[in-house]
């Protein structure tokens, strides 16, 4: 039974912080790669976030670098996004995702809001 649960969604302040965490189960985590996304409503959802398998190799999009900083604990199978010098441009729903690559095996998790506001 393959799991990927995000937590730490919420309100925050502009500015503020947040760290979310994607707890997996059911698969080889330290085989995927792992990725954020985000949704806005009517926007289509943007990749934010890679890490991968070993996390030597990272990657932001332009409207994150900077501010967020994607992470993972192989033995706890987890993956985590600090989330710093937030804005109301922040404010989506933020998915967790795994990829296999070659074998095209993925798995999304169910996402958590993230609002961004006064």
């Known amino acids: 039974q393959v799991q990927l649960v995000e937590s730490g969604g919420g309100l925050v302040q502009p500015g503020g912080p947040l760290r979310l965490a994607c707890a997996t189960s059911g698969f080889t985590f330290s085989s995927y790669v792992m990725s954020w996304y985000r949704q806005a409503p009517g926007k289509e959802r943007e990749l934010i976030a890679t890490?991968?398998?070993?996390?030597?190799?990272?990657n932001y999009a332009d409207s994150v670098k900077g501010r967020f900083t994607i992470s993972r604990d192989n033995a706890e199978n987890t993956v985590y996004l600090q989330m710093n010098s937030l804005s109301p441009e922040d404010t989506a729903v933020y998915y967790c995702y795994a990829d296999h690559l070659w074998s095209q095996r993925h798995y999304w998790g169910q996402g958590t809001q993230v609002t961004v506001s006064s």
């Open positions: 890490i991968h398998t070993a996390g030597a190799g990272r």
